[in-house]
């Protein structure tokens, strides 16, 4: 199985908004609604933001949003904060009962 | 609160076998609710899942490493492990444990992370 594609960075400035997009296929992203989002700060272990494509568990700030569309899951932020500069995972199920993660992207708030 | 902590050699040499204990605090191992999983993360790179097990021992492998890995677990001691054999310097990584809920996507708890170093 192959990683998921992330962008490998992004970038926005305080109070702006910005996406992250994971692709896979029919046979992972596309094919089922399990799909999670991690936060990996440097040095740190990553926390969860995201779970079950669109389920933001409690303690994660509302300013954190996920979709799906086909093949292709979002992470949304919305009102950039300094603090969100960090890197960031998609994760996926498969057709082959395995999970796989997306490359990472790295977010840059200027 | 659950903690959970990875504990094994820093340093293994090329061609000789990866050992890594993830021991859980706080709730029991044997909860049928969840899975207990290996994930893990070569310096400057991104996650790479390896593995996971349940409390009945069942498993699931990444296939890129199901060849050389073994996960199993010890619900007497509340710990599972990790087993990667025939290592070289591309399993030079960051070691985490983690929790992921059964029927979900979610992994909720994960251990702080071991450095394991494959070098003679």
């Known amino acids: 199985q192959s990683a998921l594609t992330q962008p490998a960075s992004v970038s926005g400035s305080p109070g702006q908004s910005i996406a992250i997009s994971c692709t896979g296929t029919?046979?992972?992203?596309?094919?089922?609604?399990?799909v999670s989002w991690y936060q990996q700060h440097p040095g740190k272990a990553p926390k969860l933001m995201i779970y079950?494509?669109?389920n933001r568990p409690s303690g994660v700030s509302n300013r954190f949003s996920g979709s799906k569309s086909g093949n292709t899951a979002s992470l949304t932020i919305s009102g950039l904060q300094a603090e969100d500069e960090a890197d960031y995972y998609c994760?996926?199920?498969?057709?082959?009962?395995?999970?796989?993660f997306g490359g990472g992207t790295k977010l840059t708030v200027l | 609160q659950l903690q959970m902590q990875e504990s094994g050699p820093g340093l293994v040499k090329p061609s000789e076998t990866l050992s890594l204990t993830c021991t859980v605090s706080?709730?029991?191992?044997?909860?049928?609710?969840?899975?207990w999983a290996w994930i893990r993360q070569p310096p400057g790179k991104g996650l790479e899942w390896i593995g996971n097990?349940?409390?009945?021992?069942?498993?699931y492998y990444s296939p890129s490493l199901k060849s050389r890995v073994t996960i199993a677990v010890d619900t007497s001691k509340n710990q599972f492990s990790l087993k990667l054999n025939s290592v070289t310097a591309a399993d030079t990584a960051v070691y985490y444990c983690?929790?992921?809920?059964?029927?979900?996507?979610?992994?909720?708890?994960w251990g702080q992370g071991t450095l394991v170093t494959v070098s003679s």
């Open positions: 706080g709730g029991s191992i044997s909860s049928g609710s969840y899975y």
């Open positions: 029919s046979s992972d992203v596309g094919g089922y609604n399990y």
């Open positions: 079950d494509v669109s």
């Open positions: 097990i349940n409390y009945s021992g069942s498993t």
């Open positions: 983690a929790r992921r809920l059964g029927g979900s996507s979610l992994i909720d708890y």
């Open positions: 994760n996926s199920y498969t057709s082959s009962s395995t999970w796989v």
